[in-house]
């Protein structure tokens, strides 16, 4: 239901225990009914989905919300918000390595054409 991007990665996500229902770690071949409530932990927010219908192939991104519906706990949501706020609180721009730019100037800087200018004088 495109949690995941690929099968292979939510298959890796049951086996390592982030796909529970009910408190319970569910395998990869679990199957479910409609109506069942799953929780999928990604990073600190714990998402929760209900099961509203069942299909055998691949959804287009614009047909999930008829199979699938988000029922998240706002308290996670907050989680969510908190965690991207962060992100992008992150460093500064020109903090940090230098870029190439930078780079450039700095060698330019160092060279010796750069001080034999200021010895002539």
């Known amino acids: 239901m495109r949690i995941y991007k690929t099968r292979s990665i939510a298959a890796d996500a049951c086996k390592n225990g982030r796909i529970s ?6 395998k990869p071949s679990r199957t479910f009914h409609i109506g069942d409530a799953f929780s999928v932990r990604k990073g600190p927010v714990t ?20 199979y699938m519906q988000d029922i998240t ?6 989680l969510l918000e908190l965690a ?8 500064d721009r020109g903090t940090g390595r230098p870029t190439k730019k930078d780079r ?3 060698e330019s800087f160092m060279s010796d054409n750069y001080f034999d200018e200021f010895d002539e004088e």
């Open 21 to 26: 229902m009910n408190g319970v770690q569910l």
């Open 84 to 91: 991207r706020m962060a992100a992008q609180s992150g460093r």
């Open 104 to 106: 450039r100037d700095i």
């Open 73 to 78: 706990p706002p308290d996670q949501l907050e």
């Open 47 to 66: 998402f929760t989905y209900r099961v509203l219908n069942l299909t055998e192939n691949r959804l287009g991104a614009k047909l999930v919300p008829e």
